[in-house]
């Protein structure tokens, strides 16, 4: 996924805020998960939700106001209630960041569950 950096996404140093990585690590996420046929809307519709339990961050390099990144996302780990992904962020060839994030399949209990058949042959794919 691509993502252009504007003047919002920065701090008073031009540099964009590290939390905001967050963000765009979540926006790649959900589109890696599109490409797999999986619709987080619908999904949590149907009780099927997603949460993050943890998130790993390495900063490397800044990205600045006016720089176009690239954010690679991974599945790196299907297990049975929980998904594993490694993602990374790009400019120009240059990792910026690595990040490790663990999202937890729950139902509208908002306890575990194991994540639907459906959705680990679609992971798979």
Known sequence: M?????????DCGGVVYYANYLKYFEEARTEFLRTKGLDIKKLSEEGILFVVKKVEIDYKSPARYGDTIE??????????????FTQQTTKEGTVLNLAKTILVCIGKDFLPRPL??????????
């Open 71 to 84: 954010i690679i996302t991974e599945l790196s780990r299907l297990r049975n209630v929980s998904l594993e």
């Open 2 to 10: 691509t993502k252009k950096i504007y003047y919002h996404d920065t």
């Open 116 to 125: 639907p058949d459906a959705i680990i042959s679609l992971l798979k794919a």
